[in-house]
């Protein structure tokens, strides 16, 4: 039998290197599904998720983790729009996804036909670059082609819209004749480095400095060393993003931590009293938490030249690969013998980290959710790779846990949506089986998401080298983050109706699906909790009972920040004793 359109394109997916599509299946996709009968194996798997939304969220960690193309499939009609939030995050954060939907057949578009969506307009946005349907079978090898290479090459979300005829049609091979098209396979990433002159132009700024503030982001994941060396050289703190995590280990003595309001008391200190700022691989959106506008002279690296001097005017803005960038750089760069700035710094990022101690162990009603961050710290094995969700969970990743060389983390950066956490524990799991994969969830999110792809987990947890993958889940009965906003930013007191979800035994529900349920509920069963999950013969779900009131305060309150905090418990917050009690206890620390 001659191969059809999805014969060929899970063949061609295959010559390009893709090992994993992440989907759920539906009529809609019904010759793509019929064409994995023959087509999976050890050399393409398909993991089958529960919702569409985790599929695109694990095709996004996909690329996070490994640096190569997620790929994400879904039917026609409901199943292209559940993908959205999921390939909005991969979007947000430059990051290569492919997204494969189906389509009603040729002959009824156009017919207001059952699960006909306008799809190539309503993925317009998130896939602008590249977004076409398959109308002929001689289609289908220059779309795939293209949107392989172009999501790579752009760092961004493509799609390919199938009809479900055309899945089922035979392949066929473009004619050689005018108006056809003749793609080829491959990408090769360029060197891109700037010019000498440029070079030149951004050490004088650097070499004049006498106190250098570094800001590194995700860009900068794979210019470890380049990232020290040049912060060594130029007597420089380094501060991180939240997407550059792991971009330099916490334990060296000039990593000043987090940046933003989720950022560390250092991060603020060297930002408000640099003269100099070098902007490494970082969108990082807060201009608030930046040296004033003509405080500090900038340099700023990236590989995309539109996010260039948005964020701070900078004097000199080189557009490259961060790490190819910085060793160009680096022979321009005169040490600096004068330390002052650098001990100043490293003293500050002592007393933090001493604080923080501190902070993580005040007594709470009945957890200290930051307990739960240092201890995991504590007992990172080497090589883990740790996912945060939005919310209160990112707040505490930011600041309560120290990242080694060699370790991996990363939430959703710039979207900031709820729920990506297990899913991409889980694809953390698939894209390297043997290394321990850790997420921290709210429990609004495990409602939302995480429960359902819990299930995931124990549909392939078996298949793993090291079954070790551990879900956190912290479970404090609340919207935490909306309710602190609502309390800082807005000045409303806790709107209980809104706010408060519904309780639920987490262990008890990973017991329930073959998984190990730990369950947390006093300070001291925090550690143990940690070594008993560390030890495990299979996925275990930590459901850890935290205090609801326990604050997550910025680097710097801001008077407008204390005027609306204490407008909210004025109003009569029903938590209002237990926060101000907590908050000076933490401010005390």
Known sequence: MADTVADYMLKRLKEWGVRRIYGYPGDGINGIVGAMNTALGDDLEFIQVRHEEEAAFMACAHAKWTGEVGVCLATSGPGAIHLLNGLYDAKLDHQPVVAIVGQQARAALGGHYQQEIDIASLFKDVAGDYVHTCMTPEQ?????????????????VTCIIIPNDVQEAPHKEPAREHGT???????????????????????????????????????????????????????AGVAKALLGRAAVPDDLPFVTGQIGLLGTRPSWDMMMGCDTLLMVGSSFPYSEFLPKEGQARGVQIDIDPKMLSIR?????????????????????????????????????????????????????????????????????????????????????????MKFRRGHMASLSGTLATMCPGVPYTTAAKFCHPARV????VGDGAMQMLGMSSLITVAKYWKDWTDPRMIICVLNNGDLNQVTWELRAMGG???????????????????????????????????????????QADRPVVIDAIVDPNVASLPPHVTYSQAKSFARSVLKGDPDGYEIVKQSIKRSWA
């Not at 650097?206 to 990232?227: F, P, Q």
């Not at 994969?437 to 921290?440: D, L």
Request: charged fraction near 25%.
């Open 181 to 235: 098209v003749h793609s080829g396979m491959g990408y090769a990433q360029p060197r891109i480095v700037p010019g000498e002159d440029k070079l030149r132009e951004a050490a004088e700024v650097l070499n004049s400095g006498s106190k250098v503030a570094m800001l590194v982001g995700a860009g900068a994941l794979n210019a470890t060393d380049e990232v020290i060396e040049t912060a060594e050289t130029l007597g």
């Open 492 to 534: 409303f007191p806790k709107v209980e109706q809104t706010q408060n979800i519904p309780q639920l035994d987490y262990a008890a529900y990973a017991e329930l699906l073959g998984l190990k349920g730990i369950r947390v509920e006093r300070p001291e069963q925090v550690g143990p909790a940690w070594d008993a999950a560390l």
């Open 312 to 400: 701070y005017p900078m004097e000199v803005n080189l557009v490259g690969d961060t790490a190819l960038t910085l060793r160009a750089l680096l022979p321009h760069l005169k040490q600096k013998t004068d330390r002052s700035w650098r001990e100043s710094l490293e003293s500050k990022i002592t007393n933090w980290w001493e604080g923080e101690h501190a902070r993580a162990h005040l007594s709470a009603d009945p957890v200290n959710p930051e307990l739960l961050f240092w201890s995991c710290s504590e007992r990172l094995p080497d090589n883990a790779i740790v996912s945060a969700d939005s919310g209160s969970s990112a707040n505490w990743f930011a600041r309560g």
């Open 437 to 440: 994969a850790i997420g921290f």
């Open 140 to 156: 289908m090898r220059h779309l795939l082609d293209r949107a392989l290479r172009i999501a790579k090459a752009e760092r961004t």
